[in-house]
C-alpha cells in the first residue's frame, strides 16, 4: 500500500522560507512522477512543481506562480521528495500536497494528507 507522507509545513513570515518534505512507502518510486500541488482556502488544488520521470532521466516542472522561488528535488535513495520554497507570500497560503503519479496503461494517482503552509504579512 503506497504511503505518502508529508511535513516541514508551518508559520512563517513573508519573505521567509520553509523546506517540504515527502516521504513515500510501498513501492518502487524511481520511475513514477513525484511532486507537489496546493490547495488554498475557497480555491481548487493547484500544481505547484514536479520532478518528472522518463528513460532519459528527470525533469522538472514548476508553476509561473512559484519558478524561481521553488526548487523541487527528490532522492530515490530515500523515496524522497522535497520542496524548497523561497520568498514565501502570503499568497503561498495552502496546504500542500504531496502527488506521485505513475504512468502506464492504467495511470494511478496517490496523494498525501497535506501539511499546511501560512505565511504572515
Known amino acids: 500500500q503506497v504511503q505518502l507522507v508529508e511535513s516541514g509545513g508551518g508559520l512563517v513570515q513573508a519573505g521567509g522560507s520553509l523546506r517540504l518534505s515527502c516521504a513515500a512507502s510501498g513501492r518502487t518510486f524511481t520511475n513514477v512522477d513525484m511532486g507537489w500541488y496546493r490547495q488554498a482556502p475557497g480555491k481548487e488544488r493547484e500544481f505547484v512543481a514536479m520532478t518528472r520521470w522518463s528513460w532519459r532521466g528527470y525533469n522538472s516542472d514548476y508553476a509561473d506562480s512559484v519558478k524561481d522561488r521553488f526548487t523541487i528535488s527528490r532522492d530515490n535513495a530515500r523515496n524522497a521528495v522535497y520542496l524548497e520554497m523561497n520568498s514565501l507570500t502570503p499568497e503561498d497560503t495552502a496546504i500542500y500536497y504531496c502527488?506521485?503519479?505513475?504512468?502506464?496503461?492504467?495511470?494511478?494517482?496517490?496523494w498525501g494528507r497535506g501539511t499546511q503552509v501560512t505565511v504572515s504579512s
Open positions: 502527488d506521485v503519479h505513475v504512468t502506464g496503461p492504467v495511470p494511478v494517482e496517490y
